[in-house]
């Protein structure tokens, strides 16, 4: 179970979001058809180019709230308290990938890569 964690700017695009993807899957040797999913925070659920990524792909994206975000905090690499100003959580991306590996495996999940940043979106990769 491979699942990407999304954070983003508003209107970030699908385009920047899959770059910043690909590359992160590439240096971890994986392909995009290792990925069994796509998440973020609820605060996301309408942006339009994570809608418009998980469509591309034919991956399901799951959206989750800080206090489902919450209990991941102690395994992320890095929090922000502007982010959780923002969001009421420490981290969208890492934490993300990890709830929803872990809700969709029934099992506890791992960061293979921590956040990696592009100018508008943040992203992190989880495996259960």
Same mark, same amino acid.
């Given at each position: 179970m #491979?699942?990407?964690g999304f954070g983003c700017r508003r209107d970030c695009t699908?385009?920047?979001l899959r770059e910043l993807l690909e590359r992160s899957l590439a240096r971890l040797a994986l392909p995009l058809s290792a990925l069994h999913g796509l998440a973020s925070s609820a605060r996301k659920r309408d942006e339009a180019g994570?809608?418009?990524l998980a469509?591309?792909?034919g991956l399901p994206l799951d959206f989750y709230s800080a206090e489902q975000l919450a209990p991941f905090e102690s395994q992320?690499?890095?929090g922000s308290e502007r982010v959780?100003?923002?969001t009421g959580a420490a981290s969208v991306a890492e934490a993300s990938a990890l709830a929803?590996?872990?809700?969709?495996s029934g099992r506890s999940a791992t960061? #293979?890569?921590p956040k990696r940043r592009s100018a508008a979106a943040t992203l992190a990769i989880a495996t259960a």
């Open positions: #491979i699942v990407a699908a385009a920047e994570l809608l418009q469509a591309d792909l992320l690499s890095e959780r100003e923002q929803c590996a872990a809700e969709r960061l #293979i890569c």
